[in-house]
């Protein structure tokens, strides 16, 4: 209805992306940027299909470009991150993040993208240290404290993730989902006493379960 409809067709870019079509993504990307050249998401776009493409060196010129403008952008910072890592420049990558992170302390999508950073570089207390300032923002996901419990555990803190797994299921009393979660999670440690334990306990609350 609307060709010039330019998110629209960057939307689409998107999705093509997504699915492989990286030419035909970047051809979304060119035609809105021949309507409007500094469309800050068509610039987006192009860039993901440059990285795509492996041509890193051109996608930086473009986001460092963008960033130089807007230090805010959730979106811009985990991609320009992301293509320092590829370019072999991991502490630019890490300058990247926490910079990110000073201008949206409250993001927990760029707390996370920076804790697998850390997980990746092999650097795992900086993760577990990440990791705690996300279940800081966002106290009843579940999901952020296992991935917590798993990191202490691969670490040889066995007795820090049991602890935090002890927690979850004390505030979990009913939750069916969550037990299953921590006998999944104690199954893939090799912890079958624990795994019975939960079981157990799950059982005598819902013995029809």
Do not use: C
């Amino acid at each position: 209805l609307d060709p010039q409809h330019i998110d629209a067709q960057v939307e689409i870019g998107k999705f093509m992306l997504a699915s492989g079509a990286r030419d035909e993504a970047m051809q979304k990307a060119e035609l809105a940027l021949a309507s409007k050249p500094d469309h800050q998401k068509a610039l987006l776009l192009k860039s993901a299909v440059l990285i795509a493409n492996k041509d890193t060196d051109a996608a930086l010129e473009i986001l460092e470009m963008l960033h130089a403008k807007n230090v805010r952008d959730p979106q811009l910072i985990q991609m320009l991150a992301a293509a320092y890592f590829i370019k072999n420049e991991p502490g630019k990558a890490e300058d990247t993040y926490l910079q990110g992170i000073a201008a949206n302390p409250d993001n927990a999508g760029l707390l996370l993208a920076l804790t697998k950073f850390y997980r990746t570089t092999k650097k795992p207390e900086a993760a577990a240290d990440t990791l705690a300032k996300v279940i800081a923002l966002e106290p009843d996901n579940n999901n952020h404290k296992f991935l917590l419990a798993n990191l202490y555990w691969q670490e040889n803190r066995t007795d820090e993730a049991i602890e935090i797994v002890d927690g979850i299921l004390e505030t979990a009393k009913g939750n069916m989902d969550t037990y299953l979660t921590a006998v999944r999670f104690y199954s893939i440690k090799q912890r079958p006493d624990k795994v019975q334990q939960i079981l157990e306990d799950g059982i005598a609350q819902d013995p029809q379960n």
